[in-house]
């Protein structure tokens, strides 16, 4: 089926002379499967895995073994890493709604409004007050 398809897309291409899009999918995949699925191929597969005539003896034991455990189990949602956890914990945190944690007070110095710059001359900025924030006293 794959050389198939790819025979057909090419063939696609060059009879119309552009690329194939979503609304020529039916058409060259049509052509692919006839050309692939032909009653010959059909019997071979069948006969490749022993379906028919049935033959047991087509699939070895050594192929029909369960395959290594190579993946590892999740659960959904998966978990965040620990510094996307506490980013998102601070984003979500509200006071109204924490019970038994201490408050810390942060209060933000005002920027000064001339900040000198080494070689230079002063430049003025306005003066910013960042005011203040409050934070749990423990990391979640």
């Known amino acids: 089926m794959k050389e198939a398809w790819k025979e057909e897309i090419n063939a696609f291409e060059l009879r119309t002379g552009r690329a ?3 609304g020529d999918f ?20 069948f006969r490749a895995t022993g379906i028919y005539p049935f033959n047991p003896d087509v699939i070895t034991e050594k192929q ?15 978990p965040r890493s620990t510094p996307v956890h506490r980013v998102m914990a601070v984003s979500h945190y509200q006071p109204q709604t924490d019970i038994g944690n ?35 006293s423990s990391t979640p």
């Open 102 to 136: 201490e408050l810390i007070h942060f209060t933000f110095p005002p920027i000064p409004k001339e900040l000198p710059i080494s070689g230079t001359s002063t430049p003025t900025r306005p003066s910013v007050d960042l005011g203040s924030v409050s934070a749990p």
């Open 64 to 78: 029909m073994k369960p395959s290594l455990v190579t993946s590892t189990k999740a659960t959904f949602p998966l």
């Open 20 to 22: 194939m899009k979503k």
């Open 26 to 45: 039916a058409e060259v995949f049509g052509k692919a499967f006839l050309k692939a699925f032909t009653p010959e191929t059909v019997q071979a597969a």
